[in-house]
Each structure stands twice: as structure tokens, then as C-alpha cells.
Antibody, heavy 127, light 108 residues
């Protein structure tokens, strides 16, 4: 069965960086992109961006552009999200999620709806 | 970026009710619209994709409609397990994807 298992909670100081991992299993990793979504305490869902496990293409939210990197490691079927220059308003639960549709072999594709989700990783930014 | 709004923000309903949530986009997203259900402390669950397609394994009590800039999610015969927060998300190609602010469905 498809599973996405994320790394554990993190506590970081303002200005630091955090890297969250999302280890997948149960499907062909290269065939599906990964979306990252975060949710601040008591708030709604915020789409952060998407990375293709097929070719490494990315699509990021304007708000975090320049502070975020999303990568994949096909040898371990793991996706990573690194967020730099952390601020207190980056405190949130971070989710990874797999694309519903497999990545087309031809043509542009930058993600879609997400069907399988990780359990979430709490990142706390506090001095 | 495309902005999404949802109404109402909170909806109080009773078991057995039929409820409708509306989602609007600031520009056309075609049919590239998904609906998710989220319960406290849990990851979101995909209900509907491409505006009206029911995700595998999801109860047909959930239905979606609309296209362009206005969409609806209807839940028929509310059950205790359906009390949750519902989010729409647009995923139009060549755009940055965005979620709506959410609609909390609670017990009247």
C-alpha cells in the first residue's frame, strides 16, 4: 500500500534552516510528483510548492520563493523540503502529499490534486 | 496568484442534513478544482478532483459541481463522521496552486 512517512518534529531558532523528509513506499516513486503543504496552528492549509520526482521540476508559492528548496532522491524514494531563514510565522505542521495523477512522459506538468498524504511534521520556530 | 474564497466559513447542521459549500476563484481555473476533508490533528483527505470526479473509495454522498470560477461541494445525509473542515484547492496548470480558507461543518 502507498505510504508517506515524514521525519520527526523539529524546534529551530529564528534564522535557522529546517529540512523535512518524506519517505515513500508502495508505488513507483519516479512516476509521481510530491506536493508540500503547511498548516499554522489553528489556521488553514497553505500550498507551499511541488516537485517532480521524474525530472526535478519545481513550482513554489510566491510567499516562500527564495527560501525553499524541494528535492527528491530516487534511490531512497524520499522527498525533501528545506526552508531557510526561519521566522516565527513558519511555525506549522508540514505535510507532504503524492500527486493523484502520474507525471506525463511528455508535455509540461506542474502537479495536481493529492491523494496520499504524510502524517505531518511539526516545525516550531522559537527563540 | 489565483485567490480562493469559501462560503460559509462555518456551517452548523444536523445529522441527516444536506449541506452545500461554495468555493470561488478570482479567475477561471477550468475544472482544476479539488475538495478535501480534514479532521483535527489529521492530514487532509481527497474527496473530489477535477471539480466533480469522486475520488476512489469516497462515499457518493459527496458530490462536486461547477467550472470556471464557481464550484460547490454537496454532502447528502450528514453523519457524525462528516463533521470536519472542508477545503477547496485550485490546481490550474502554469499557476501557483492555492487552497480556500476552509469551511468548518459542525453540529447544530
Amino acid at each position: 500500500q502507498v505510504q508517506l512517512v515524514q521525519s520527526g518534529p523539529e524546534v529551530k531558532k529564528p534564522g535557522a534552516s529546517v529540512k523535512v523528509s518524506c519517505k515513500t513506499s508502495g508505488y513507483s516513486f519516479k512516476n509521481y510528483g510530491i506536493t508540500w503543504v503547511r498548516q499554522a496552528p489553528g489556521q488553514g492549509l497553505e500550498w507551499m510548492g511541488w516537485v517532480s520526482a521524474y525530472n526535478g521540476y519545481t513550482n513554489f508559492a510566491q510567499k516562500i520563493l527564495g527560501r525553499v528548496t524541494m528535492t527528491t532522491d530516487t534511490s531512497t524514494s524520499t522527498a525533501y523540503m528545506e526552508l531557510r531563514s526561519l521566522r516565527s510565522d513558519d511555525t506549522a505542521v508540514y505535510f507532504c502529499a503524492r500527486d493523484l495523477d502520474s507525471t506525463p512522459l511528455y508535455g509540461d506538468y506542474f502537479g495536481g490534486a493529492s491523494d496520499y498524504w504524510g502524517q505531518g511534521t511539526l516545525v516550531t520556530v522559537s527563540s | 496568484d489565483i485567490q480562493m474564497t469559501q462560503s460559509p466559513s462555518t456551517l452548523s447542521a444536523s445529522v441527516g442534513d444536506r449541506v452545500t459549500i461554495t468555493c470561488r476563484a478570482t479567475e477561471s481555473v477550468g475544472n482544476w478544482l479539488a475538495w478535501y476533508q480534514q479532521k483535527p490533528g489529521k492530514a487532509p483527505k481527497l474527496l473530489i478532483y477535477e471539480a466533480s470526479s469522486l475520488h476512489s473509495g469516497v462515499s457518493p454522498k459527496f458530490s462536486g459541481s461547477g467550472s470556471g470560477t464557481e464550484f460547490t461541494l454537496t454532502i447528502s445525509g450528514l453523519q457524525p463522521d462528516d463533521f470536519a473542515t472542508y477545503y477547496c484547492q485550485q490546481y490550474k496548470s502554469y499557476s501557483r496552486f492555492t487552497f480556500g480558507p476552509g469551511t468548518k461543518v459542525d453540529i447544530k
